[in-house]
């Protein structure tokens, strides 16, 4: 791990000093763990990666819980401090005489103004400024690791699209509860989420499942993900329990073909707001533009969500590596919604899909 550590690290000091910081302050979120393999607890104990641009790199963290960071001298040393010491003084003493400072997007904001308050005169950003456009381009290992997680998050997508997975005459809590189990069983450490919306509750896109037992004739968009080995799965297919009724069809058709060229357009240099309107302009052809409510899809990679954003606004090109989703929903207030989505990795061949489960309308038995 060491040389890839120390080559994020030289990536990461590369971009800090074309942005002009002078020292970055890693606390909760990826950014952490991705330099020093440590993820920080959300505790009120503060933890921060101090990394300057013309220093060594110091992981300032309480004695009791060091001992669960593994070392690597060559890449971070690292300070524990005891309670009765101001951690907030042992960061600034480390950040020195330098100004142009960057804190992780996440840092509990009491720790930020602890340390406005200690360097009064510093300037402040975001640290995903520096560290977003670096860790959105996975790396090989990274890559593998994504279509490891894809790979066992379609293991349960298929038993779902089959009818394994019973829906009818279950709570959506009860399928919710199902599909974690099976991604744990399926080699996942943690279950990020796993929304099952049935009914009129599929025109949720985020919708918490409930006590609602899901009957015949429905909609039920599942959209589910966990980490595995550090990296996100996130997959989301729709089934129908029953015949399902000509309208549905016809808006599944046009949101199949708007996911379907989403993703064939997502090639190297394409900037990510044409690749959602791609879908919107299919979706909205359709006669469901208003009835698409979200952005075409996000990053992935330590976080299930992070850049690139595929949304209207962001200009950026895809480069070799990019991570993320490509997926469209359609969803009609009070009476249903359907969504499909796919993980897809940006490549000089082409747009990969990292899943492989059918995206036809899964039918179900009511």
Not at 57 to 68: C, G, H, K, N, Y
Not at 308 to 327: C, M, T
Request: with cysteine.
């Amino acid at each position: 791990m060491t040389s890839s550590r120390l080559e994020r690290l030289d990536r990461v000091r590369s971009a800090m000093s074309t942005a002009g910081v002078d020292c970055l302050l890693l606390s909760l979120g990826a950014d952490l763990p991705w330099l020093t393999g440590y993820t920080a607890m959300p505790l009120e104990r503060l933890t921060m990666l101090v990394l300057p641009a013309d220093g060594d790199a110091t992981l300032v963290i309480a004695r009791l819980e060091a001992p669960r960071v593994e070392e690597d001298r060559d890449a971070f040393a690292v300070v524990a401090w005891d309670e009765h010491e101001d951690p907030v003084e042992l960061v600034a003493r480390l950040v020195g005489a330098r100004r142009e400072l960057a804190i992780s997007d996440r840092a509990w904001a009491t720790f930020l103004l602890q340390l406005q308050a200690t360097m009064p005169d510093a300037a402040w950003r975001a640290a995903s400024t520096v560290t977003g456009p670096l860790r959105a381009v996975k790396d090989a290992g990274e890559v593998a690791a994504l279509a490891a997680a894809s790979s066992a998050a379609d293991r349960v997508a298929t038993a779902l699209v089959r009818g394994d997975i019973a829906l009818v005459g279950r709570t959506e809590a009860e399928v919710s509860d199902d599909i974690g189990r099976r991604l744990v069983a399926e080699g996942h450490q943690r279950v990020n989420f796993a929304i099952v919306g049935s009914g009129p509750n599929s025109a949720s896109p985020h919708h918490d499942a409930t006590a609602r037992v899901i009957g015949p004739g429905e909609a039920v968009v599942c959209d589910f993900g966990g980490t595995m080995d550090g990296y996100c799965s996130d997959i989301t297919r729709t089934a129908f329990t029953g015949d399902p009724p000509e309208e549905f069809q016809a808006l599944y058709g046009v949101l199949q073909e708007a996911q379907a060229a989403a993703v064939a357009a997502a090639a190297v240099g394409t900037p990510c707001e044409q690749v959602d309107r791609v879908a919107r302009d299919i979706i909205t052809g359709g006669g469901y533009g208003e009835f698409f409510i979200h952005r075409t899809g996000h990053g992935i990679g330590l976080e299930e969500h992070e850049d690139p954003y595929i949304v209207g606004g962001n200009g950026q090109p895809l480069l070799p590596g990019h991570a993320f989703s490509v997926e469209p929903g359609i969803y009609l207030p009070g009476r249903f919604g359907a969504r499909i989505e796919d993980i897809v990795v940006a490549s000089d061949e082409g747009p990969r899909s990292l899943n492989r489960v059918d995206h036809a309308l899964a039918v179900v038995e009511a």
